[in-house]
């Protein structure tokens, strides 16, 4: 099992940046993806957003259209840290943001998410 961790999430104006951090547990596993996906108020769980995804090997990347060119997803390997630079915020950005990490084996992967670290963008 693998623990999941969110923070830096908080109340921005228009215009404003935030970086949203995210730490996961040591493990044995190996970790193939991170994500950060987001779920907007009102949004069934099941729409959730994938903003970017990055991977752990090589560090390449995946940005929804919504956010290219604003959003930054990095990591740090060493630690099992995974970052979200957030730049030009929007109203329409604000939703609850979860970290994943899809752990396993070459046979199973499994994905692990945390409890959500909720932004907010006021106009």
């Known amino acids: 099992q693998v623990q999941v961790e969110e923070s830096g999430g908080g109340l921005v104006q228009a215009g404003g940046s935030l970086r949203l951090s995210c730490i996961f547990s040591e493990n044995t596993l190996q970790t193939d993806t991170a994500t950060w996906s987001r779920q907007a108020p009102g949004v069934p769980e099941k729409a959730r957003e994938l903003?970017?995804?990055?991977?752990?090997?090589?560090?390449?990347?995946y940005y929804a259209d919504s956010v290219k060119g604003r959003f930054t997803i990095s990591r740090d390997n060493a630690k099992n840290m995974v970052y979200l630079q957030m730049n030009d915020l929007k109203r329409e950005d604000t939703a609850l943001y979860y970290c994943g990490v899809r752990s396993g084996s070459d046979s199973e992967m499994t994905d692990f998410w945390g409890q959500g670290t909720r932004v907010t963008v006021s106009s």
């Open positions: 903003v970017a995804t990055i991977a752990w090997a090589n560090g390449r990347t």
